[in-house]
């Protein structure tokens, strides 16, 4: 069962633009959550991450959001550049019993391609 | 610092051989996890090291595969007698976690490039 939901395959966005990832996720004990970025043949590369304590984090061009209610979190990047075309990963971890410390749960990734 | 690097970056094996993957953590870093990404799929935890125990080890897909840890460092994932099935990326990814009991120091995990895996 897939805990962690992208339901966006793809996104095209002009440059200059805000590009907008969603993720939803099922289990009220995540609290910790993070972004990803994925280059072909390469590893992902940590982005951007956000505690349950809070409801926004901002680095530069990236801001996460998160609404623990609706279990949803963003992520905006703005202003979207070429460089930013890659896969997006969403990626949760809890303390609940069932969970391994710190081990991430993943979305299926969302292809962003940000156009001239 | 290095990151984590992994060995080789392709590796191509018929079916029914054994391999080997090396994940090297950044070091210093407590925790080490392996994960599979097939294709058109998102990252598939396999198992889970803190220090050379392994107390997760949940992800495995089957008994063809293991793992091992030494030194608190170096990692070795091992499939035996591969099948077609297993073509993947294995990725390996390391943090500084502290034990459960204890505040988390940060949940942020460095990946390595991954190792292509394409059994025939």
């Known amino acids: 069962d897939q805990q962690v939901k992208q339901n966006s395959p793809s996104l095209s966005v002009q440059e200059g633009r805000i590009s907008i990832l969603n993720c939803d996720y099922t289990?009220?004990?995540?609290?910790?959550f993070l972004w990803y970025k994925k280059y072909p043949a390469e590893g992902p590369t940590f982005l951007i991450s956000?505690?349950?304590?809070?409801d926004k984090n901002e680095d530069g061009r990236f801001t996460v959001f998160l609404n623990k209610s609706a279990k949803h979190l963003s992520l905006h990047i703005v202003p979207s550049q070429p460089g930013d075309s890659a896969v997006y990963f969403c990626a949760a971890s809890g303390l609940d019993r069932g969970s391994t410390l710190g081990r991430l749960y993943f979305g299926r990734g969302t292809q962003l391609t940000v156009w001239p | 610092g290095a990151g984590v690097s992994q060995s080789p970056s392709n590796k191509v094996t018929e079916k029914g051989k054994d391999v080997e993957l090396r994940c090297d953590p950044i070091?210093?870093?407590?925790?080490l996890y392996w994960y599979r990404q097939s294709l058109g799929q998102g990252l598939e935890f396999l198992i889970y090291?803190?220090?050379?125990?392994?107390?997760?080890k949940s992800g495995l897909p089957s008994d063809r595969f293991s793992a091992e840890r030494t030194g608190g460092s170096v990692s070795t994932l091992t499939i035996q007698r591969t099948q077609q099935e297993d073509s993947a990326v294995y990725l390996c990814?390391?943090?500084?976690?502290?034990?459960?009991?204890?505040?988390?120091?940060?949940?942020?995990?460095?990946f390595g490039p991954g190792t292509r895996l394409t059994v025939l």
């Open positions: 090291f803190q220090g050379n125990s392994a107390p997760d």
């Open positions: 289990n009220s004990m995540f609290d910790y």
């Open positions: 070091s210093g870093h407590t925790a």
């Open positions: 990814a390391s943090s500084s976690i502290a034990v459960r009991d204890s505040p988390r120091i940060t949940d942020t995990q460095y």
């Open positions: 956000i505690s349950s304590i809070k």
